[in-house]
């Protein structure tokens, strides 16, 4: 359901905002998505080594962990936050954008995030999935109610962004709130090895920019290589699309943990997974299926007719997203069980779909195919590999 908020945001801009302005917000919205690859690792860092210090009944190290990271974090959030603005003008060029503003906003969005996640983390890696989703609940209906108002108002992209911003700042004052029975005590605690989790982080960064890429990245080439009108109607199928894959997304965010804290004291976890898998297929599937079979009606409801040209491409771009839904978990549970060799596989995924897209665009329908085929292989490279690790 917090979920569901976050998509209404989505469906809102693209009927209050012209296709120009929506497909100019969603390639900020994907581009922050890429960018937003070391909070995602840290996220999946930090939650895998909680989840395994409860799991091994190590309360103290998650309390040291925590106040390590978070004064690491805070240098990296000022240093950071600075270099990324100078080199504000050059990005801003390549997606054919105006505002400096909006740029500003996704400085703010992404290097604030870094300490947000940590709090987002711990909650995850202590599996107290209420906490978590009430933080989701305020993100998703608190970024509706004021890009509504912002947009309402006039200020356009600027304002639907923008809402990114002060909604993420009260987010962090909750989970900082609900955080405090976990983390008060500043254990002095040297027996967490930072390195053994850089070593971690380094794997969990090049598969989580790996399958970030896999469903941003084409949003933002059709922004650079087609029309304002076609980058808009990607945009919509993108924001329909991807309502299979985040309405999926909460299994293996709860999976994760589970996962990780079985491992960690060698317990079984398969059926974890399986079921897992289940759940994603019949939430994938279903979705699939209506946008297969209603694609204007869709479109229409969801979106609104002047989107009405997207309608022959969104089965495809379904099953591509579907896809994406399945590699996710994939991915999520090779992390919680530390395997290294999907990573070098997705990375590779990755980057022929930049290649390929950038090579051959003549239509939309050509840059759909390639994300598709990319995607199939890939799930089927991932489930032969899984079977092997399960029989061995």
Not at 38 to 65: C, D, H, M, Q
Not at 246 to 266: D, I, K, Q, T
Request: proline fraction near 3%; hydrophobic fraction near 55%; charge should be positive.
């Amino acid at each position: 359901m917090a979920n569901v908020g976050a998509y209404l945001y989505h469906l809102l801009m693209g009927r209050l905002l012209v296709p120009d302005d929506y497909g100019a917000l969603q390639s900020l919205i994907s581009l922050s998505n890429i960018f937003t690859v070391p909070l995602l690792t840290l996220n999946v860092v930090v939650t895998k080594f909680v989840a395994s210090f409860v799991g091994r009944g190590e309360p103290e190290k998650i309390s040291y962990l925590f106040h390590r990271l978070q004064k690491i974090l805070l240098v990296v959030v000022f240093l950071g936050g600075f270099i990324f603005f100078v080199f504000s003008g050059t990005i801003l060029t390549f997606l054919h954008i105006e505002s400096w503003v909006n740029f500003l906003f996704l400085d703010i969005v992404l290097f604030f995030g870094l300490i947000a996640t940590l709090n987002r983390a711990t909650l995850q890696g202590l599996s107290n999935f209420v906490s978590l989703t009430v933080a989701q609940f305020i993100e998703a209906y608190g970024k509706l109610l004021l890009g509504f108002i912002a947009v309402t108002l006039g200020f356009r992209v600027t304002g639907a962004f923008g809402a990114f911003v002060l909604i993420a700042f009260v987010s962090y004052i909750y989970t900082a709130y609900v955080l405090k029975p976990y983390v008060s005590k500043k254990e002095k605690s040297t027996s967490v090895s930072i390195r053994s989790m850089g070593k971690y982080g380094l794997l969990s960064f090049f598969m989580t920019i790996s399958m970030v890429s896999l469903y941003n990245t084409d949003v933002v080439l059709v922004r650079h290589f087609f029309s304002s009108y076609e980058s808009g109607l990607y945009a919509a199928l993108s924001v329909l699309g991807k309502i299979i894959f985040f309405g999926s997304a909460p299994v293996s965010v709860a999976m994760f943990p589970l996962v990780a804290e079985a491992h960690a004291r060698g317990e079984k976890y398969h059926k974890i997974f399986l079921k897992s898998m289940l759940l994603i297929l019949g939430i994938a599937g279903v979705a699939t299926f209506l946008f297969s079979v209603y694609p204007t009606i869709a479109l229409k409801i969801l979106v609104g007719e002047k989107y009405l040209s997207a309608a022959p491409y969104l089965p495809a771009f379904s099953v591509f997203l579907s896809l994406c839904a399945v590699i996710y978990l994939l991915v999520n549970f090779f992390l919680s069980i530390q395997k290294v060799l999907p990573a070098y596989i997705i990375g590779a995924a990755a980057i022929a779909q930049i290649v390929l897209i950038s090579l051959v665009h003549p239509n939309l329908s050509v840059v759909i195919l390639i994300s598709l085929s990319i995607l199939s292989v890939l799930t089927v490279v991932f489930m032969t590999y899984y079977v092997a690790i399960a029989k061995s």
